[in-house]
T-cell receptor, first 115, second 109 residues
Framework: IAGITQAPTSQILAAGRRMTLRCTQD?????MYWYRQDLGLGLRLIHY???????GKGEVPDGYSVSRANTDDFPLTLASAVPSQTSVYFC??????????????FGPGTRLTVL | GQNIDQPTEMTATEGAIVQINCTYQ??????LFWYQQHAGEAPTFLSY????GLEEKGRFSSFLSRSKGYSYLLLKELQMKDSASYLC??????????FGAGTTVTVRA
């Protein structure tokens, strides 16, 4: 593994189903993030974690939950998917949630379609 | 929260220069980032500004004016591979990034 991986690459899901998007990083970054990207709206933060064991809500958290049991993994769960959650989901990580040129590195994305 | 504006699309000729403007209104400012995103791929980091002025990195430069809430990304000697979306992102006082909708740049031969 090098960098950030996400799984699955793409998924078609029936409305009402539960779905977990996986994200793993091997850079030992403290902070991790989940974004969704929709045409015309750009990237919007769903949830974040500044360090293992802590999580926080972003701009659009409703309908999503996260956990951060360890440094490397940050899964995103849709408890009961709805069509408005059709989007491309990007996981990102950064060395810290602090200042400086602390760059966020993005995973390859998961394309989710909810029917 | 943040309000970030950038043009939707720009077109330029190979070898030319293009300037992508970004204006923002913020409740707290802690740096401005530019990312490049090719179609179907993840965003990748291009530049970071936290102080006023110009940061140059090869063919790409980024400028920031905090008093005006304004930044631009300058792409020089355009190449076909520069066709992509360019995302302006502002980091707030909570160290969270807010992204603009992105500017799609098309480079023509």
């Amino acid at each position: 593994i090098a960098g950030i991986t996400q799984a699955p690459t793409s998924q078609i899901l029936a409305a009402g189903r539960r779905m977990t998007l996986r994200c793993t990083q091997d850079m030992r970054h403290n902070a991790m993030y989940w974004y969704r990207q929709d045409l015309g709206l750009g990237l919007r933060l769903i949830h974040y974690s500044n360090t293992a064991g802590t999580t926080g809500k972003g701009e659009v958290p409703d309908g999503y939950s996260v956990s951060r049991a360890n440094t490397d993994d940050f899964p995103l769960t849709l408890a009961s998917a709805v069509p408005s959650q059709t989007s491309v989901y990007f996981c990102a990580s950064s060395d810290s949630a602090g200042d400086g040129a602390d760059t966020q590195y993005f995973g390859p994305g998961t394309r989710l379609t909810v029917l | 929260g943040q309000n970030i504006d950038q043009p939707t699309e720009m077109t330029a000729t190979e070898g030319a220069i293009v300037q992508i403007n970004c204006t923002y209104q913020t409740s707290g400012f802690n740096g401005l980032f530019w990312y490049q995103q090719h179609a179907g791929e993840a965003p990748t980091f291009l530049s970071y500004n936290v102080l006023d002025g110009l940061e140059e990195k090869g063919r790409f430069s980024s400028f920031l004016s905090r008093s005006k809430g304004y930044s631009y990304l300058l792409l020089k000697e355009l190449q076909m591979k520069d066709s992509a979306s360019y995302l302006c992102a502002v980091r707030d006082s909570d160290y969270k990034l807010s992204f603009g909708a992105g500017t799609t740049v098309t480079v023509r031969a």
